[in-house]
């Protein structure tokens, strides 16, 4: 059964950053894609990035090209996934969580049927 943990929120001023992981175990299957994803307040859920686990290609939100970056360290049985989030700002203040969906596929995209959800990490950015 596939598992996923995030860590690595917290407060920080405008302009600072966070690095957010994901743990992933569990793997049955050889290749997936995983993606994180954010809901503030009041809103619905958004697609913030996503990178392939078998073949590198990653994807991006607009609101974020230029300042998050995706990457992934894989080990025995599990992957770790990374979002770095920097020059961050009041809007990117949501819960963010992390899913993973079967693909053996070129590419990811967010709007993918993710079916193994985290339960979250808060990131606020606040001054």
């Known amino acids: 059964q596939v598992q996923l943990v995030e860590s690595g929120g917290g407060l920080v001023q405008p302009g600072g950053s966070l690095r957010l992981s994901c743990a992933a175990s569990?793997?049955?299957?050889?290749?997936?894609?995983i993606g994180w994803f954010r809901q503030a307040p009041g809103k619905e859920r958004e697609g913030v990035s996503c990178i392939n686990d078998r073949h590198g290609q990653t994807n991006y939100a607009d609101s974020v090209k230029g300042r998050f970056t995706i990457s992934r360290a894989n080990a025995k049985n599990t992957v770790t996934v990374y979002l770095q989030m920097n020059r961050l700002k009041p809007e990117d203040t949501a819960v963010y969580y992390c899913?993973?969906?079967?693909?053996?596929?070129?590419?990811?995209?967010?709007?993918?049927?993710?079916?193994?959800w985290g339960q979250g990490t808060q990131v606020t950015v606040s001054s």
């Open positions: 899913a993973a969906v079967p693909y053996s596929g070129y590419g990811c995209g967010m709007a993918m049927l993710y079916v193994t």
């Open positions: 569990g793997f049955t299957l050889d290749y997936y894609v």
